[in-house]
DNA sequence: GCGATCGATACCCAGGCGGTATCGCCGCGG
DNA sequence: CCGCGGCGATACCGCCTGGGTATCGATCGC
């Protein structure tokens, strides 16, 4: 199997739309449908239900388009993560970083400075991104290592180190008679009519109804809890970040936030390993 | 990036030869030269050192060795779980199992008893291999579940559930003199002239130097126990594998052995998650 | 019943992949 | 020192296949 194929199938089985998928690709419609008649008969199995008037995967195709998606980061990967081993010759970023904007700043910023201490440490660039991008960013090989937050985060599929775990706190306006409380419940929030949750993405990337707004990063979040526009339940370590007219107050019964270091399974390089030890020591 | 090309240069890497890669290959040598120049020109990266008498990886090469090899395999194991998705239609084999063989046997019977009575089983079929053999299996969709044994095996890069812990025992001819102590070191059994401990493979595949017969499996290697080649350092289930002449003694300071049932992360299926709900039960 | 939409088919063209022949380089042996 | 052999690179050629255009056939909405 090419990896031209998998793309076309993976593109016609998230668009349901030959049309739609071949304008995606940059290609007519027609060679499409080929390549796509030639890979159900070459694995021996339909992938599509064509209905003249509607496209729909069957069992086989759901499989192959998880599979896919998994193969063709894989090969992104390897395209990339070997693209940067030949430019770390001439001085190119050694390792990137990727943590969700507005997360675990403080650790973040130690951690780089202990490494950057280190005797052989090389550049790290750091990559901040929206909840759930980060595992993609491993497995496609945009970046090497990850600062994730259990148990939002998975780590499935990914080796991990423990760092730190806290109690959350809520954001609240200073204002808000919930912020003179010594401490609230998850249930107290989740009701406010003023202050409704924010909807974080599902793993899909799709947003879940509701009357909140929806963010992407914690960052997002506190600008729009300083707006007055939501409340949110963040890790002790957001005080740090708290603007002003914002108060936190202990959640006790919210779960506690782990955060750990990740990274793809059998990397073998030093400078990752150097940096997982240092993150380790913090 | 196509697999063509992928394959191509792991071929070569592996070679290193442009002939013998092109032969293995099925191709003539030109064309091979340019694909991989032409890969070359396309990452901005040399993979290769020709010294016109020899071939050598760079440092990017075997960056795109280890990656490339790991792409293929998802890409293998996309086409071949999707075929078998397919094929389960038409009833074929539901859960491919791999486990060493000799290994957990007594366990393994059991879990597929288990499993088949539970209400909607799946057929298991059981695919027996070698040491270090079992991740591979999982990574390129031979195989959807492993069981696999701790500190011998890894899990790096895949789920898994521990099941049991056992000590291990040494199996010795029965007329050894060793044979009649309640129990031995692991010292006592390395140096033994008359009988040289196994040789294992490595995680490459190649056997370390040594006196000992290389073996591949448990079930090789009680063979060759039995035949006064060799002694060996087993989990105590290996005791129900007892030839007859052979006796088992009791080894506490070799490590003890925990078996897992392990699987490639992000796999979904109802039958897997059945199986091992089964196994954890057990 | 008619048009619109969408996937499949027919046909054509060209780029790319693979094959053969050959070159250039280097190490080795006489 | 020269010739030979091994190996990767280059030159050139032919075919296969991937992509484009035109068109068909089926189906749904009006």
Redesign the pocket.
Same mark, same amino acid.
């Given at each position: 199997m090419?990896t031209?194929e998998l793309r076309?199938f993976v593109a016609v089985a998230e668009e349901?739309?030959?049309? @739609?998928a %071949?304008q995606r690709l940059? #290609?007519?419609?027609?060679?499409? !449908? @080929? %390549? #796509?008649?030639?890979l159900e008969r070459r694995l021996g199995v339909t992938l599509?239900e064509?209905? !003249?008037? !509607?496209?729909a995967l069957t069992a086989a195709g759901s499989v192959l388009l998880r599979e896919g998606r998994a193969a063709l980061d894989a090969v992104a990967a390897a395209g990339r993560r070997t693209r940067r081993a030949g430019q770390a010759a001439d001085g190119g970023a050694g390792l990137v970083l990727t943590t969700k904007a507005g997360a675990s700043s403080e650790l973040l910023a130690k951690l780089l400075d202990a490494y950057a201490a280190e005797p052989d440490a090389v550049p790290v660039e750091v990559l901040l991104c929206g909840i759930g991008e980060q595992e993609r960013l491993l497995r496609d090989g945009r970046a090497d290592v990850a600062l994730l937050h259990l148990p939002f985060d998975s780590t499935t599929g990914l080796d991990s180190e423990e760092l730190v775990t806290e109690q959350q706190v809520a954001i609240l306006p200073a204002g808000h008679p919930l912020a003179r409380l010594p401490h609230l419940r998850t249930a107290d929030l989740e009701t406010l009519p003023d202050l409704p949750m924010p909807r974080w993405p599902r793993p899909d990337g799709s947003y879940p109804p509701g009357p909140g707004p929806g963010v992407r990063d914690p960052a997002q979040l506190l600008q729009l809890i300083a707006l007055g526009r939501t409340v949110a339940v963040l890790p002790e370590s957001a005080r740090s970040l708290l603007l002003a007219d914002l108060t936190a107050v202990p959640v006790p019964d919210a779960p506690a936030v782990t955060t750990v270091i990740a990274w793809p399974p059998h990397s073998r390089s030093r400078a990752l390993a150097a940096l997982v030890r240092t993150a380790t020591r913090l």
């Open positions: 090419e031209r076309y349901l739309h030959f049309g @739609r %071949a940059g #290609i007519a419609q027609p060679p499409l !449908s @080929r %390549a #796509i008649r030639q599509l064509r209905d !003249s008037r !509607s496209v």
